[in-house]
C-alpha cells in the first residue's frame, strides 16, 4: 500500500486490500463499506478531515508487521461466500433476537427518561425483518448463483447475479443507514449514569452488531460483489451499464426503489442472454 495506491484506490480497496485499515477509517468515522466506493480525498473533504495525515497512517500501518490477517482478496469465491454465511450470517441471526429483546426491555424500563431508546427498539426491529430477508435471499440465491455461475457460465445466471446485487447493495444501505442512526442518537452508545445492567448488555451488544454488520457489507459489497461483478466480459457489464443509465435517466413518475429492481430484473433477462 504506498502512498500513491492508496490516493488512487477506493477506501473499499484499500481495507479489501488490508482489512486492519478499516480500525483507521472507523476512527476517522469513515464509512467503509457501504460508503466504501470513494476516494480518501472525496471522504476526508466531505467530513472535514486531513486526507493527508489519513493516508501517513495507512503508509505507517502499512510498514509495520501484518501480523495474522486474512488475505479474502485471493480466496475462491464460493469459499468466501460460505465463509460469510458461516461467520456474519449465523452471528447475525443469533443475535437479533436477543437485540430485538434488550432494546424492547430498555425501552420499556428507560424511555421515559430516556426517549431516544423507543426509537433504537423501532429501528432496530426493522433491522430485524429487513435482516431475515435478507440473508435468506442471499443464502437461496445470490449465494448459490454465483457458485453455479463459476462452473457454468450460464447467461441467466449472469442475469440474477446482476440483479440481485443491484438489491442487495440497496439492502445494505439501508441496514447499514440504520445502524449509523442508532450510533447518532444514542451518543455512539454512551451509558447514561442510571443506566443498569440490561442497559451495559445492550448497548455493548448493539455496539458489536454495528461493528460485524460493517465487517460482514464490506466483504460482500467490495470483495465478493465487486469479483462476481469481474466475471462479466467487458461488453456485458457495457450493456449493463447502459441499461443502467437508461433506467436511471427515465422520467419516471411512479420510480421508486421496488419499480427499478424490477426494471433491471426486466432489462438484465433481455441483454444478458
Ligand atoms: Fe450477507
Ligand atoms: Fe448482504
Redo the contacts with the bound molecule.
Keep these: 500500500m504506498t502512498t500513491e495506491k492508496s490516493e488512487l484506490r477506493t477506501i473499499g480497496q484499500i481495507v479489501a486490500d488490508d482489512y486492519r485499515a478499516a480500525a483507521i477509517f472507523k476512527q476517522a468515522g469513515i464509512d467503509f463499506c457501504c460508503g466504501g466506493n470513494k476516494s480518501i480525498e472525496l471522504a476526508c473533504s466531505e467530513k472535514n478531515l486531513d486526507a493527508e495525515k489519513l493516508t501517513i497512517e495507512l503508509k505507517e500501518l502499512e510498514l509495520s508487521s501484518p501480523g495474522q490477517h486474512q488475505d479474502f482478496n485471493n480466496w475462491e469465491l464460493g469459499f468466501l461466500a460460505d465463509y ?1 454465511m458461516n461467520t ?2 449465523k452471528y447475525v441471526l443469533k443475535t437479533l433476537p436477543e437485540l430485538v429483546f434488550y432494546t424492547k426491555k430498555i425501552a420499556d424500563a428507560h424511555g421515559e427518561n430516556h426517549p431516544e431508546l423507543l426509537e433504537v427498539a423501532s429501528l432496530f426491529s426493522e433491522i430485524n425483518s429487513e435482516l431475515r430477508q435478507h ?1 435468506k435471499q ?1 443464502e437461496e440465491v445470490l449465494f448459490p448463483a454465483i457458485k453455479e455461475v463459476m462452473k457454468s457460465n450460464a447467461s441467466e445466471t449472469k442475469a440474477t447475479i446482476v440483479s440481485e446485487i443491484s438489491r442487495m447493495s440497496e439492502e445494505h444501505e439501508f441496514a447499514g443507514g440504520a445502524m449509523d442512526k442508532i450510533n447518532e442518537i444514542t451518543n455512539g452508545y454512551a451509558l447514561p449514569e442510571d443506566a443498569c445492567n440490561t442497559y451495559r448488555v445492550a448497548f455493548k451488544l448493539l455496539e458489536e452488531f454495528e461493528d460485524d454488520l460493517h465487517t ?1 457489507v464490506h466483504l ?1 459489497n467490495n470483495i465478493l460483489f465487486r469479483m462476481a461483478d469481474q466475471m462479466f466480459s467487458a461488453d456485458e457489464q457495457q450493456t449493463l451499464i447502459d441499461q443502467f443509465a437508461v433506467v436511471e435517466s427515465e422520467a419516471d413518475p411512479e420510480f421508486n426503489a421496488e419499480n427499478s429492481i424490477a426494471k433491471i430484473d426486466f432489462l438484465a433477462s433481455i441483454y444478458m442472454q
Design positions: 460469510i456474519h450470517h440473508l442471499e460482514h460482500e
